[in-house]
Every structure is written in C-alpha cells, then in structure tokens.
C-alpha cells in the first residue's frame, strides 16, 4: 500500500516535472492529482490483494480524473520500469517478443 502511493508520487513527479515545469516539487493541479491518488489508494477495496494496482486504481476514479492518471501512467510508466515491481514483471513478460523494442524504451534498463 505505502510502495503504491510512493509509486503514483514518482509518477506524478516524472509527469509534472517534463509537461508543467515543476522545479520546486509538483504544481497544484499535480499536487491536487496525488492527493486524489492517496485517498482512493487508502480506501481502494481491494487494498494489498489487487492484481493490477495501476489498472485498479485507475477505475476507483471519476472520469476526468481518471484520464490524467492515465496520461501520467502513460508517461511516467515506461520511465518507472526499473522501480515498480509490477511493470517490472509485465515488462519480463512481453520481453520475448519486444526484445527490439526495448532498447528503444526511453529511459529504458538502467
Ligand atoms: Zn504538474
């Protein structure tokens, strides 16, 4: 639980800081945005047992929301690849048949 909040932080974080220029920490719309996150994670029903947290915590959110969760997971995953044990593990199964293009990852194995 605590891993996925510090998880949706990062990823606003990555976000915020290359679309809006956040040098001193994220900026309020952002900050507004990981706010939301951290509630609904807190009260999300499925807590630890979820199977997908990005997708699930994805659906706990209003609509207009939800398509700026999206826009920074979009963003922000690929770039958190090394980090988040779950894209991790996405990531190690697609890896046969997306060996080219993972040198092509931005950000890619560090
Ligand atoms: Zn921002």
């Known amino acids: 639980m605590k891993q996925e909040i510090e998880t949706a932080?990062?990823?606003?974080?990555?976000f915020c800081r290359?679309?809006?220029g956040g040098k001193d920490g994220l900026c309020r719309q952002c900050?507004?945005?990981l706010d939301e996150v951290k509630k609904r994670l807190k009260k999300c029903p499925f807590k630890e047992d979820k199977p997908k947290c990005s997708q699930?915590?994805?659906?706990?959110?209003?609509?207009?929301?939800?398509?700026?969760?999206?826009?920074?997971?979009r963003y922000a995953g690929p770039r958190?690849?090394?980090?988040?044990?779950?894209?991790?593990?996405?990531?190690?199964l697609n890896k046969k048949r997306r060996n080219i293009d993972e040198a092509a990852l931005p950000g890619g194995r560090t």
């Open 9 to 14: 932080a990062r990823m606003i974080e990555i």
């Open 18 to 20: 290359d679309h809006h």
């Open 31 to 33: 900050r507004d945005l």
């Open 56 to 73: 699930c915590s994805i659906y706990c959110y209003p609509p207009k929301l939800r398509e700026r969760i999206r826009a920074v997971m």
């Open 80 to 92: 958190m690849i090394c980090r988040h044990p779950i894209l991790t593990m996405r990531h190690h």
